[in-house]
C-alpha cells in the first residue's frame, strides 16, 4: 500500500552546508554564495544552535568588509529555529511555515542535522503537483 502522506523527507534538500558560530560574516556570506543557498544551519560541536540567513548577513552589509571578518555569526544568528524530523507530514511543516512566516526548517535526526527544507522546496513540489492536476484535467 502506498503511502498517501507527504513527508518532509522527500522534498528537503539533503547534507545541508552548515556553519560555526564562530565564523565571521564575511565566511557566511563567502559560504553561501558558493553554494547558491540562503540558509546556513549554526552547528556548535555537531549540535544545532541556530541559523543564519541571506537576510541576516544583509543586515550588516553596510559595514565595511573589516568589520563584518569581525562579526561572528552568533552574533547574527537566530538562536530559535523551527525544527522538525524528516518524517513529519509536509502539510504539517508548511502550514507552520505559513503561519510564522518561515523560509526554511531545519530536519533533525537523532540529534543530526539532516536536511534543510526551504520554501524553494516547497515551491517545487507545488509545480509537481499542479502538473499532476493539469494531465487528470478533461
Known amino acids: ?5 507527504q513527508r518532509v523527507r522527500s522534498y528537503m ?7 560555526s558560530p564562530e ?17 546556513l544551519p549554526v552547528l556548535d560541536d555537531g549540535t544545532l544552535v541556530g541559523l543564519v540567513t541571506e537576510r541576516d ?10 568589520q563584518r571578518h569581525r562579526i561572528p555569526i552568533h552574533q547574527v544568528m537566530r538562536s530559535s529555529t523551527y525544527v522538525c524530523h524528516p ?8 502550514k507552520v511555515m505559513v ?3 518561515l523560509g526554511s526548517v531545519i530536519c533533525v535526526e537523532a540529534g543530526k542535522v539532516v536536511g534543510v527544507f526551504t ?8 509545480i509537481e503537483l499542479c502538473q499532476l492536476v493539469e494531465l487528470m484535467a478533461p
Do not use: F, G, N
Open 1 to 5: 500500500m502506498i503511502d498517501a502522506v
Open 13 to 19: 534538500s539533503t547534507s545541508p552546508w552548515t556553519i
Open 23 to 39: 565564523l565571521s560574516v564575511v565566511d557566511a556570506a563567502a559560504r553561501m554564495s558558493e553554494h547558491k543557498i540562503r540558509h
Open 57 to 66: 548577513i544583509a543586515l550588516v552589509d553596510a559595514l565595511s568588509e573589516r
Open 87 to 94: 518524517d513529519q507530514p509536509l502539510r504539517d511543516v508548511v
Open 99 to 101: 503561519e510564522r512566516k
Open 119 to 126: 520554501t524553494i522546496d516547497a515551491m517545487r513540489r507545488l
